[in-house]
């Protein structure tokens, strides 16, 4: 069912967020209080407000006053203090909210105000690549919310014999090597970390950048 989402706060997640409901058909409405944020998503969003809601929360109020929002995502984190305020607010109106939180006192604080959902993206992660290490190499993907997932393959010809920084995957591809297996034993890559045909990676990033890595890394 098409939903009406409003989204507060345009970091990484705030971004993953948008781009998961663009792909799947959902209108957005984004509030950042940073421009050049607010800039790079206008192409997936129906509409945009450069808003510091900590600042003003009546103009909050009264957008959300005039629009028709299903949901609301709350994706400031570090903002505790917009955060509180956006959750109030948007509860006042009546409408579901979810939010992304720092630490669980603050999300348990956050469900006391009436929050719907508290998510912790950086804990929930780490521990599902904690699963994902764990099960040695009987798992090739795991899919995690809002269209990431992390993914285990052999090192190919593309990038055999090249390090880490040559490859440059964040900047390239917005896909991380989480962590490389070699002669079975896990090494945490940095820099010079040097790729050797058969190695096995963990890898991280939106399924839907995956493809062009696996295309270079499998030549």
Same mark, same amino acid.
């Given at each position: 069912?098409? @939903? ?6 345009? %970091? ?29 998503? !206008?192409? +997936? ?18 957008? =959300?006053?005039?629009? *028709? ?13 917009? $955060?509180?305020?956006? $959750?109030? =607010? ?17 999300? *348990?604080?956050?469900?006391? +105000?009436?929050?719907? &959902? =508290?998510?912790?993206?950086? &804990?929930?992660? %780490? ?13 090739? +993907? ?15 010809? %593309?990038?055999?014999?090249? /390090?880490?920084? @040559?490859?440059?995957? $964040?900047? !390239? ?17 940095? @820099?010079? $970390? !040097?790729? *050797?045909?058969?190695?096995? +990676? ?5 399924? /839907?950048?995956? @493809? &062009?890595?696996?295309?270079? *890394?499998?030549?």
């Amino acid at each position: 069912m098409k @939903k009406s989402v409003l989204v507060i706060g345009i %970091g990484r997640f705030g971004r993953a967020v948008i781009e998961g409901l663009f792909e799947r058909g959902h209108d957005i409405f984004a509030v950042n209080k940073d421009e050049e944020a607010l800039n790079d998503v !206008r192409h +997936m969003v129906v509409s945009g407000v450069i808003l510091d809601v900590a600042e003003d929360d009546e103009e909050l109020a009264r957008i =959300v006053g005039e629009k *028709n929002f299903d949901e609301a995502v709350i994706a400031m984190g570090e903002d505790f203090e917009g $955060t509180v305020i956006a $959750t109030h =607010v948007l509860k006042d109106a009546g409408i579901f909210v979810s939010v992304k939180a720092s630490s669980e006192r603050r999300g *348990n604080a956050l469900l006391k +105000m009436g929050a719907d &959902r =508290v998510v912790y993206p950086e &804990r929930d992660m %780490g521990q599902r690549l904690a699963q994902l290490i764990s099960n040695d190499s009987s798992i090739d +993907m795991l899919e995690l919310p809002l269209g990431f997932v992390i993914e285990q393959m052999e090192v190919g010809p %593309g990038f055999a014999g090249q /390090t880490v920084e @040559k490859i440059n995957s $964040t900047n !390239r591809f917005g896909v991380w090597i989480m962590l490389v297996y070699q002669n079975n034993v896990p090494v945490q890559p940095v @820099k010079s $970390t !040097r790729l *050797n045909k058969g190695d096995i +990676m963990v890898v991280f990033g939106q399924k /839907t950048k995956m @493809k &062009r890595f696996e295309q270079e *890394n499998f030549g």
